[in-house]
């Protein structure tokens, strides 16, 4: 089965960035929509954004116009550019398919200080 490996989180301030990186273990992303999804502490998990095969992307509101999400096919790989971060952006990021069909990573946890 395909695996997901999530990287790239780490502590930062509030207002900066970060990238986060999810490998995949097997040629997925030609078929497959893929997404960005993060659970806060106490909350349900969410998802954030999303890139289909032919490139389309769409976001959460919460994180419209700062998060960027993109992905290189030949190195099956999708990205997450978070840009002007804020504490409520705090969470475990979590790569997926859309709909989920894959047993998720470990995710990458992603701490953002006031």
């Known amino acids: 089965q395909v695996q997901l490996v999530e990287s790239g989180g780490g502590l930062v301030q509030a207002g900066g960035s970060l990238r986060l990186s999810c490998a995949a273990s097997?040629?997925?992303?030609?078929?497959?929509?893929m997404g960005w999804y993060r659970q806060a502490p106490g909350k349900q998990r969410e998802l954030v954004a999303v890139?289909?095969?032919?490139?389309?992307?769409t976001y959460a509101d919460s994180v419209k116009g700062r998060f960027t999400i993109s992905r290189d096919n030949a190195k099956n790989t999708v990205y997450l550019r978070m840009n002007s971060l804020k504490p409520e952006d705090t969470a475990v990021y979590y790569c997926?398919?859309?709909?989920?069909?894959?047993?998720w990573g470990q995710g990458t946890q992603v701490t953002v200080s006031s």
């Open positions: 997926n398919t859309l709909p989920v069909v894959l047993s």
């Open positions: 890139n289909t095969s032919g490139g389309t992307t």
């Open positions: 097997g040629s997925i992303f030609n078929l497959n929509a």
